[in-house]
Nanobody, 118 residues
Framework: QVQLVESGGGLVQAGGSLRLSCAAS????????MGWFRQAPGKERDLVAA???????YYADSVKGRFTISIDNGKNTVYLQMNSLKPEDTAVYYC????????????WGQGTQVTVSS
């Protein structure tokens, strides 16, 4: 299995920016893609953005044009640059590895809280 360590969450005002990081270790050779999910209280966990090792990306409509996902294959680290943050972006953000594709995940990291104040 792959171990994941997320960082970069925090409290920011609306319109601000945050950069999340997720470092993977262990069976990293098995990783095809990495994704960022988020879960707000009382809501389902949703895929926000994903990137393959070759650079193919996916973005949810709600974050297109504001969030950018990137990957450093040498460091086995995925980043999520979040700009123009809105209060509705408030959630726990989780990263996840996939061995199969951009949309297929089995487990997630411990999560990092992002809170956007209005």
């Amino acid at each position: 299995q792959v171990q994941l360590v997320e960082s970069g969450g925090g409290l920011v005002q609306a319109g601000g920016s945050l950069r999340l990081s997720c470092a993977a270790s262990g069976r990293t050779f098995s990783i095809y893609a990495m994704g960022w999910f988020r879960q707000a209280p009382g809501k389902e966990r949703d895929l926000v953005a994903a990137i393959s090792r070759s650079g193919s990306t996916y973005y949810a409509d709600s974050v297109k044009g504001r969030f950018t996902i990137s990957i450093d294959n040498g460091k086995n680290t995925v980043y999520l640059q979040m700009n123009s943050l809105k209060p509705e972006d408030t959630a726990v953000y989780y990263c996840a590895p996939s061995e199969r594709g951009l949309y297929d995940y089995d487990y997630w990291g411990q999560g990092t809280q992002v809170t956007v104040s209005s």
